[in-house]
Structure formats: structure tokens, C-alpha cells
């Protein structure tokens, strides 16, 4: 099966530092990855799409440079979330989608960042 | 744009018992996925079931059916034979078959299923 892999599971960092979270697909290249963000007991929100070697999109309402994405190759994405204040506290969840297989994503386990 | 409507934040059921989770979109388009994921306390987001618009069978993955009703433009998912793990938040999707395969997610149903 196709493995995507977030590091860190979790972290805690202290307003005004920047905290970079990787979304790696282990055992396939990934055409397009896909960050969002899950408040507790709500759904997933679609921060970006993150396709290899060109700028990211974001959605309407995200910050682009408080949330800087960069795809550097086809098995990497990270998300830096620059300058963090405690409302940026949030799990962030990635996903990717098979070159050539389309159809389903692969979701990473997702990162429970803190801000302090 | 496409929105994705699940109505039923919570449910229950009895163990080996069928519950039925409910989900509406709203699309103008006409070739598209539809999923169901499920969300266990871990977070980790796990497929259950997929279902190609253009297919008219519904899917069915062994305890998992969905009921698709394309121009009512509802996706139903119905759990047989319920089990203790399968208590978790239930995620329907759309995803477009064109462009960036960006999926819309909707609010989510958390199922309890009761020993």
C-alpha cells in the first residue's frame, strides 16, 4: 500500500518562533500533496495544494506567508508555520496522491502543533 | 463550488446492529468521486469506501455499502453487522475528476456503537 508519513506526531513550540512540519510519501512519488487543518471536532480544511517543483495554492483565507509550503521532490512536502501565536494551535493533516493513480489520497497521521 | 452536507453529527448503534450515515453534496459537475473515511481516535484518516459517479452499482466493501443517488445527489454509507472498532468520525468527500484532486470534506458523523 502507499505510505505517507508526518513528522512530528506532535509538537510544542513558544509564540513568535516558526515550527516546520514534513509530509513524506514513503514507497511512491506524489503528484500533488495536500495540507489541512482539523479543529477539534470539526472537519478537515483545506489549507494548500502543494504540487512539486511550482508554488503552492492556497485556499481563500490562508495566510500564504504565515504558512509557507514548499514540495522540493516528488516524496517531500513541509509546511512552516512562521511567527506562531496559540491560535495557530491545530492539527495538521497531510495527504497525497499517487502519479498516475489519481483517484485516492493517502493521508498522513497527522502533527498536533501547540503554540505556548 | 462543491459543498459536501452530513447532517448526523452523532449517531448510535447496537453491536451487530445496521446504522446508516447520511451525506448530501451540491456540484454543478458531472464526472466526480465520492468517499467515506473514517477517523478513529488516532486521527489517522482511513478510506472505508469509494464511489465513481459515472458507475451507476453502488459500492460495497465487505460491511460497508453505500446507496448512491446521483440526482438526488446524495451518498449514504450503511454499516452491517456493526463492531466495536468501528466507532470513530465518519468523513464524507468529493473530489472532482479534474483538476487539482482537491477533496471537500463534510463536518463529519461520530458514530458510537454500544456493547
Known amino acids: 500500500g502507499a505510505v505517507v508519513s508526518q513528522h512530528p506526531s506532535w509538537v510544542i513550540c513558544k509564540s513568535g518562533t516558526s515550527v516546520k512540519i514534513e509530509c513524506r510519501s514513503l514507497?511512491?512519488?506524489?503528484?500533488?500533496m495536500f495540507w489541512y487543518r482539523q479543529f477539534p471536532k470539526q472537519s478537515l480544511m483545506l489549507m494548500a495544494t502543494s504540487n512539486e517543483g511550482s508554488k503552492a495554492t492556497y485556499e481563500q483565507g490562508v495566510e500564504k506567508d504565515k504558512f509557507l509550503i514548499n514540495h522540493a521532490s516528488l516524496t517531500l512536502s513541509t509546511l512552516t508555520v512562521t511567527s506562531a501565536h496559540p491560535e495557530d494551535s491545530s492539527f495538521y493533516i497531510c495527504?497525497?496522491?499517487?502519479?498516475?493513480?489519481?483517484?485516492?489520497?493517502?493521508f498522513g497521521q497527522g502533527t498536533r502543533l501547540t503554540v505556548v | 463550488a462543491q459543498t459536501v452536507t452530513q447532517s448526523q453529527p452523532e449517531m448510535s448503534v447496537q453491536e451487530a446492529e445496521t446504522v446508516t450515515l447520511s451525506c448530501t453534496y451540491d456540484?454543478?459537475?458531472?464526472?466526480?468521486?465520492l468517499f467515506w473515511y473514517k477517523q478513529p481516535p488516532s486521527r489517522q484518516m482511513i478510506l472505508v469506501i469509494r464511489?465513481?459517479?459515472?458507475?451507476?452499482q453502488n459500492a460495497t466493501e465487505n460491511r460497508f455499502s453505500v446507496n448512491f443517488q446521483k440526482a438526488a445527489k446524495s451518498f449514504s454509507l450503511k454499516i452491517s453487522d456493526s463492531q466495536l472498532g468501528d466507532a470513530a468520525m465518519y468523513f464524507c468527500?468529493?473530489?472532482?475528476?479534474?483538476?487539482?484532486?482537491?477533496?471537500?470534506f463534510g463536518t463529519g458523523t461520530r458514530l458510537k456503537v454500544l456493547a
Open positions: 456540484t454543478s459537475e458531472s464526472d466526480y468521486y
Open positions: 514507497d511512491f512519488q506524489a503528484t500533488t
Open positions: 495527504s497525497a496522491t499517487r502519479q498516475g493513480m489519481g483517484t485516492e489520497a493517502f
Open positions: 468527500a468529493y473530489r472532482s475528476a479534474a483538476g487539482t484532486y482537491k477533496y471537500i
Open positions: 464511489q465513481e459517479a459515472y458507475k451507476q
